[in-house]
């Protein structure tokens, strides 16, 4: 079973529409991250939780939002889809350890693809 | 401020033959420094990290990378490639400045790799 789970793997949504992308962990971190994919562009982080009271915004946090239910439990939604929306996205974990907060090692899931027409 | 730059967004070579896959970074910090492949449909996967240790550092597959501060670049090598290394490849830096160290990873722009037969 993968560590880290991501669902739905694929989704097909219209404009306008809200959607959830969950995401859990079964490798027992506390931090959790969203990222975005985009040809060309590498990936961009979207929002991070440090433990199950802090969240905080990545650099295109705008028009998404997300719940940490649990340490491992990470949800990523959008409230009103729209097409440039349209990417994949991945949940990462991390363990800081002790000096991993300065490696930066992530742990990634297989990835949600989106589509919003 | 940290960036990293991958110099080629696809490298095209024949089995059997080497693969050299560039990256350049600039920091502020001693950084860290990562090596991430992701097959088609997959999440990344650690190829190999830098951390002040070793310049030369050997990862999984029979990768390898060095870590020039002069030149401020990090390469990953392999003497021979075989059809499997075909992916994304993707190099990161990590700046661990703290706390908040989420927002100190930047991700480059991906090189993918082909092989030909």
């Known amino acids: 079973d993968a560590d880290v789970t991501q669902t739905p793997r694929n989704r097909i949504t219209k404009t306008g529409k809200r959607i959830m992308l969950e995401c859990s962990q079964t490798?027992?971190?506390?931090?959790m991250y969203w990222y975005r994919q985009d040809p060309g562009l590498g990936l961009r982080l979207i929002y991070y939780s440090f433990d199950v009271k802090d969240i905080n915004k990545g650099e295109i946090s705008d028009g998404y939002s997300v719940s940490r239910q649990a340490q491992a439990k990470f949800s990523l939604s959008l409230e009103s889809a729209i097409p440039n929306q349209t990417a994949l996205y991945f949940c990462?974990?991390?363990?800081?350890?002790?000096?991993?907060?300065?490696?930066?090692?992530?742990?990634f899931g297989e990835g949600s693809r989106l589509t919003v027409l | 401020a940290q960036s990293v730059t991958q110099l080629d967004s696809h490298v095209s070579v024949s089995e059997g033959t080497p693969v050299l896959l560039r990256c350049n970074y600039s920091?502020?910090?001693?950084?860290?420094l990562f090596w991430y492949v992701q097959h088609p449909n997959k999440g990344l996967q650690l190829l190999l990290k830098y951390t002040s240790a070793a310049t030369l550092v050997k990862g999984i597959n029979g990768f390898e990378a060095e870590f020039k501060k002069s030149e401020t670049s990090f390469h990953l090598t392999k003497p021979s490639a075989h059809m499997s290394d075909a992916a994304e490849y993707f190099c990161v830096v990590s700046e661990g400045a703290g706390y908040s160290s989420a927002s100190k990873i930047i991700f480059g722009s991906g090189t993918r790799l082909s092989i030909r037969p």
């Open positions: 990462a974990t991390s363990d800081p350890g002790q000096a991993g907060w300065r490696t930066g090692e992530l742990f």
């Open positions: 490798k027992g971190h506390d931090r």
């Open positions: 920091s502020s910090y001693s950084p860290s």
